[in-house]
């Protein structure tokens, strides 16, 4: 049964920016990176830059500059060491979801690198089944306890993350401005009438410098 993120089953209320993007009918279909991608993924990074959405590195990008990044995230996902997923939506691409295992930490731990969504599917709706399926997969795949990630102290993804139950668990300073780290913990413990999800956050994050956003590539390793 999928993850049930926290506040997934209470009354949305969605701030009017984020409604004013859920225009597209149908949902979100996922499937694997493929090279045939990688055009359109530029093209959708380049527009978020445009749009002036918070982000790591605020320039547009060539192929020569991002093609190599998008290619060692591919060999990354084909060894295991990496889970990336395109997000389609009415048969065209809408976005993506890129992270990887954190090997040295104590609790297995996935941060998650980047998620994208193009202006025209962006929304709470899409972000979470973007995330859910991503930490479905990152659950079969490496049987993670934890999930880290951060953002933009000015990036929307901050909030959409905290309404999926990520908690701030402080704010870095970096060459691109303020960053939060958020994280959630995921326990599973057993009961007579079944298995019943505990979510449960605390502690640090200092693993990482990835960044996840709603509408950012704010981690240009993936």
Same mark, same amino acid.
């Given at each position: 049964?999928p993850?049930k993120f ?7 209320n969605?701030?009017?920016e984020?409604e004013?993007?859920?225009?597209e ?5 996922f ?9 359109k ?5 380049n527009e978020v830059v445009?749009?002036?959405?918070p ?5 547009p990008k060539?192929?020569?500059e &991002?093609f190599?990044?998008l290619?060692?995230t591919l060999?990354?996902s084909?060894?295991g060491?990496?889970i ?5 939506k009415?048969?065209?691409l809408?976005?993506w979801i890129?992270?990887?295992?954190i090997?040295? @930490?104590?609790l297995?731990?996935?941060g998650?690198g980047?998620?994208i969504l193009?202006?025209?599917a962006?929304g709470?709706?899409n972000?979470?089944?973007?995330a ?7 659950k079969a ?7 880290i990630?951060?953002t933009?102290?000015e990036n929307?993804?901050r909030t959409? &993350?905290?309404?999926?139950g990520f908690k701030?668990?402080g704010?870095?300073e970096?060459?691109?401005?303020? &960053?939060?780290?958020?994280e ?8 007579r009438a ?6 449960h956050?605390s502690v640090n994050?200092k693993q990482t410098n990835?960044t @996840?956003?709603l ?7 993936r």
């Open positions: 049964m993850e926290e506040g997934q089953n209470q009354e949305e969605l701030a009017p984020i004013a993007v859920e225009q009918k149908g949902k979100l279909t499937r694997e990176l493929r090279e045939g991608d990688f055009a993924m530029l093209q959708i990074r445009a749009d002036g959405a982000m790591g590195n605020r320039k060539t192929e020569q &991002y190599p990044e290619r060692k060999e990354e084909k060894s060491d990496a990336c997923l395109i997000a389609e009415g048969g065209k809408a976005g890129g992270g990887g295992l090997k040295e @930490a104590e297995p731990t996935a998650i980047v998620a193009r202006k025209e962006r709470f709706k972000f979470r089944m973007l859910q399926e991503w930490l479905e997969r990152a795949q490496w049987g993670v306890k934890k999930l990630t951060g933009s102290v929307r993804a959409l &993350y905290k309404r999926l701030e668990t704010v870095r970096t060459e691109n401005g303020q &960053y939060v780290n958020l959630k913990i995921l326990l599973r413990s057993a009961t079944g298995h019943k999800n505990i979510i956050s994050m990835t @996840a956003s509408d950012t590539r704010p981690n240009e390793r």
